[in-house]
């Protein structure tokens, strides 16, 4: 029933919905019937590179069942993350570059996993295995992803191949990384125009940890005083979202793109989980992270060991 649909998890960040649009076009090249969507809205930074490239976003849909029996994940794999009607749906394959957990499926599958810094990487492989030739706008949007999960190539979780990866994309797609990747991250990282509930879910994850549920939010600005400077609303605004999901502890991380460090707000019955796990103190909920920049290395791992 219908086309195979291709989407990443909610809160779309860039690599989701550029990895969505390029690996749709990868498979409508090979001769397949997909279409790329989303679960959540564009964020800033996305919508510039979108823009840039002349990419036009993927429609927003809420569930899938009602229009296809099979689904291609990217950028996750975690039930929870993705679709709320997954379970009606045949996952017929996963690319992704994330842990993988609470995943199984009825049916055999391809998956592809790799430890790189962006499913974009794994996508430029699939591009060359295939023979086929990546147009220049979608290799704008690939970079763009490469960019936006490295940080501009200073995340620890950004590897060689990442870095080797740009380097194609940039040449294909006519474009200079650095210059570039610094207004894309400049434009993700305006916040001005953000309610509390915006900045917490922008970019927000669900885990489950042990017994407990737990939500690590992230938003990249060049300077954390603007969402620090309303940190009762976005407390407040936290504390509804534990309430209404059940949730253990929410982790709310500021993150400095130009000084590469970030601020946590902890709230929930687990904040002794973010103490222990970055050997900190909360003040006022709240406590400094050096040097920490990358959710999937060097948060989510750290908070589950100490749960």
Same mark, same amino acid.
């Given at each position: 029933?219908?086309?195979?649909?291709?989407?990443?998890? /909610?809160?779309?960040?860039?690599?989701?919905?550029?990895?969505?649009?390029?690996?749709?076009?990868?498979?409508?090249?090979?001769?397949?019937?997909?279409?790329?969507?989303?679960?959540?809205?564009? =964020?800033?930074?996305?919508? !510039?590179?979108?823009?840039?490239? =002349?990419?036009?976003?993927?429609?927003?849909?809420?569930?899938?069942?009602?229009?296809?029996?099979?689904?291609?994940?990217?950028?996750? =794999?975690?039930?929870?993350?993705?679709?709320?009607?997954?379970?009606?749906?045949?996952?017929?394959?996963?690319?992704?570059?994330?842990?993988?957990?609470?995943?199984?499926?009825?049916?055999?599958? !391809?998956?592809?996993?790799?430890?790189?810094?962006?499913?974009?990487?794994?996508?430029? /492989?699939?591009?060359?295995?295939?023979?086929?030739?990546?147009?220049?706008?979608?290799?704008?949007?690939?970079?763009?992803?490469?960019?936006?999960?490295?940080?501009?190539?200073?995340?620890?979780?950004?590897?060689?191949?990442?870095?080797?990866?740009?380097?194609?994309?940039?040449?294909?797609?006519?474009?200079?990384?650095? #210059? !570039?990747?610094?207004?894309?991250?400049?434009?993700?990282?305006?916040?001005?125009?953000?309610?509390?509930?915006?900045?917490? #879910?922008?970019?927000?994850?669900?885990?489950?940890?042990?017994?407990?549920?737990?939500?690590?939010?992230?938003?990249?600005?060049?300077?954390?005083?603007?969402?620090?400077?309303?940190?009762?609303?976005?407390?407040?605004?936290? =504390?509804?979202?534990?309430?209404?999901?059940?949730?253990?502890?929410?982790?709310?991380?500021?993150?400095?793109?130009?000084?590469?460090?970030?601020?946590?707000?902890?709230?929930?019955?687990?904040?002794?989980?973010?103490?222990?796990?970055?050997?900190?103190?909360?003040?006022?909920?709240?406590?400094?992270?050096?040097?920490?920049?990358?959710?999937?290395?060097?948060?989510?791992?750290?908070?589950?060991?100490?749960?």
């Amino acid at each position: 029933m219908g086309k195979v649909l291709v989407f990443g998890h /909610k809160n779309p960040d860039t690599d989701t919905i550029g990895s969505a649009i390029a690996y749709a076009h990868l498979k409508s090249e090979l001769g397949a019937d997909v279409e790329p969507v989303r679960l959540g809205e564009v =964020n800033g930074e996305t919508q !510039y590179a979108l823009d840039h490239f =002349n990419v036009e976003a993927p429609r927003y849909v809420e569930t899938v069942a009602n229009e296809t029996d099979q689904v291609i994940l990217v950028d996750h =794999n975690e039930r929870q993350q993705s679709v709320s009607d997954i379970d009606q749906v045949q996952i017929k394959e996963v690319i992704d570059h994330h842990r993988i957990a609470n995943f199984e499926t009825s049916d055999p599958l !391809y998956y592809r996993a790799e430890p790189v810094g962006c499913t974009a990487t794994i996508l430029n /492989k699939l591009y060359k295995e295939n023979n086929v030739e990546i147009p220049k706008n979608i290799a704008g949007l690939m970079l763009s992803c490469i960019i936006s999960d490295s940080l501009l190539f200073k995340s620890p979780t950004c590897t060689e191949e990442d870095v080797q990866a740009a380097k194609e994309l940039a040449e294909i797609a006519g474009t200079d990384a650095e #210059s !570039y990747g610094l207004e894309m991250l400049k434009a993700g990282a305006d916040v001005s125009d953000k309610t509390a509930e915006d900045l917490i #879910s922008l970019d927000a994850k669900e885990f489950e940890m042990g017994s407990e549920k737990v939500e690590i939010a992230q938003v990249n600005v060049v300077d954390p005083n603007d969402v620090l400077s309303r940190q009762s609303q976005i407390e407040e605004a936290i =504390n509804k979202t534990i309430d209404d999901k059940g949730l253990g502890l929410f982790l709310f991380v500021v993150t400095d793109i130009l000084n590469n460090n970030s601020e946590a707000v902890a709230l929930g019955s687990r904040t002794d989980a973010v103490e222990k796990a970055f050997d900190v103190t909360l003040s006022e909920n709240k406590a400094t992270l050096e040097g920490v920049v990358s959710r999937k290395k060097q948060i989510v791992p750290f908070v589950k060991e100490a749960m």
